[in-house]
């Protein structure tokens, strides 16, 4: 089992800059594929990146791609989105979410039900 809990979120002004943190607990989560995801009010959950096991892979939303990096430090049990240039549509709650599996080749999974364990989300709002 595995506990996430996020960090980071708060009220930022567009074009503002935050960094969320995702800290894992439980047992170690150095073999797992991390990914972050979002959900605006009133939308339904939404893909924003994800970074293998090894840090060397990420793959992104088109909405957030140039704008945020994802990136993990296995030693902290520590996964980061840092986000830049934030617009005002990207205010959501940002959840955290590990995946257990292992894939064939260079696939890095971005569909929600593809993640076993999940934060209990942090705000992020962008004001105008």
């Known amino acids: 089992q595995v506990q996430l809990v996020e960090s980071g979120g708060g009220l930022v002004q567009a074009g503002g800059s935050l960094r969320l943190s995702c800290t894992a607990s439980?047992?170690?989560?150095?073999?797992?594929?991390m990914g972050w995801f979002r959900q605006a009010p009133g939308k339904e959950q939404e893909f924003v990146a994800s970074i293998i096991w090894s840090g060397g892979s990420t793959v992104y939303a088109d909405s957030v791609k140039g704008r945020c990096t994802i990136s993990r430090d296995n030693a902290k049990n520590t996964v980061y989105l840092q986000m830049n240039s934030l617009k005002p549509e990207d205010t959501a709650v940002y959840y955290c979410?590990?995946?257990?599996?292992?894939?064939?080749?260079?696939?890095?999974?971005?569909?929600?039900?593809?993640?076993?364990?999940w934060g209990q989300g942090t705000q992020v709002t962008v004001s105008s």
């Open positions: 439980g047992r170690s989560f150095s073999g797992y594929t």
């Open positions: 979410a590990a995946d257990r599996s292992t894939y064939p080749g260079s696939y890095i999974p971005r569909r929600k039900y593809e993640y076993d364990y």
